[in-house]
């Protein structure tokens, strides 16, 4: 089965940066990295998981997508040679803290509301992301 490792959270100071990954494993046969569409999401506490952002690997990384809270600030990347996709996080806002989770879905279907945490299947176990002075 499709496992997702996040990394890269941390604490840090409002206005700087954070760059968090997710290592992704456990293709099946018939599976790759390509296969998925991947989000990051996140959530503080007693606040709903919100979806930020969710790229489709190849096409030169263009189908991406993005919550407005986060567009200019945030951006995903993939690497389809390390299996792993990446959030850049700038100016990062003490709203910013929160827990963040990766997760994938059958590229097939992401379309359908690539921002909705209900769509996707698969998921990581999160990274905390503090930002505080």
């Known amino acids: 089965e499709v496992q997702l490792v996040e990394s890269g959270g941390g604490l840090v100071q409002p206005g700087e940066s954070l760059r968090l990954a997710c290592r992704i494993s456990g293709f099946s046969s018939g599976e790759a990295f390509g296969t998925f569409a991947y989000a990051w999401f996140r959530q503080s506490p007693g606040k709903e998981r919100e979806g930020l952002t969710c790229?489709?690997?190849?096409?030169?990384?263009?189908?991406?997508y993005y919550d407005e809270s986060v567009r200019g600030r945030f951006t995903p990347t993939a690497d389809g040679a390390k299996n792993t996709v990446y959030l850049q996080m700038n100016s990062l806002k003490p709203e910013d803290t929160a827990v963040y989770y990766c997760?994938?879905?059958?590229?097939?279907?992401?379309?359908?509301?690539?921002?909705?945490?209900?769509?996707?299947?698969?998921w990581g176990r999160g990274t905390q992301v503090t930002v505080s002075s």
């Open positions: 790229i489709a690997p190849g096409n030169d990384n263009r189908d991406v």
């Open positions: 997760a994938a879905v059958d590229r097939r279907y992401y379309y359908t509301a690539p921002l909705s945490p209900q769509l996707y299947d698969y």
